[in-house]
Nanobody, 118 residues
Framework: QVQLVESGGGSARPGESLRLSCTVSSGKIFGINYKGWYRQAPGKQRELVAEITSGGPTEYLDSVKGRFTISNDNAKNTLYLQMNSLRPDDTAVYYC???????????WGQGTQVTVSS
């Protein structure tokens, strides 16, 4: 059973930074072409924050462009999300999702809470 685990969440003040990490905690995954970060705020639908595609473009949610950076370390099999200039509306549970194909459900992490408040 493949499991992804996120880390790096926590509390931050507006303008501060956090870096999230996502790696495989158990099982083996091969042929992943899509690695992304999603978030879900209370009372809202889960939304795509950023996604990196093998041989393709990197996609960002408009509200995080210029502030967040997604990156992938294949050697460590770890996905990162560097979040700078955090805002209160970035508060959410952040999930990573890895997929082989664009049409499959993929593997999800359990989520990590990010809270931004003064």
């Amino acid at each position: 059973q493949v499991q992804l685990v996120e880390s790096g969440g926590g509390s931050a003040r507006p303008g501060e930074s956090l870096r999230l990490s996502c790696t495989v905690s158990s099982g083996k995954i091969f042929g992943i072409n899509y690695k992304g970060w999603y978030r879900q705020a209370p009372g809202k639908q889960r939304e795509l924050v950023a996604e990196i595609t093998s041989g393709g473009p990197t996609e960002y949610l408009d509200s995080v462009k210029g502030r967040f950076t997604i990156s992938n370390d294949n050697a460590k099999n770890t996905l990162y999300l560097q979040m700078n200039s955090l805002r209160p509306d970035d508060t959410a549970v952040y999930y990573c999702r890895w997929r082989k194909y664009s049409f499959d459900g993929g593997f999800w992490g359990q989520g990590t809470q990010v809270t931004v408040s003064s």
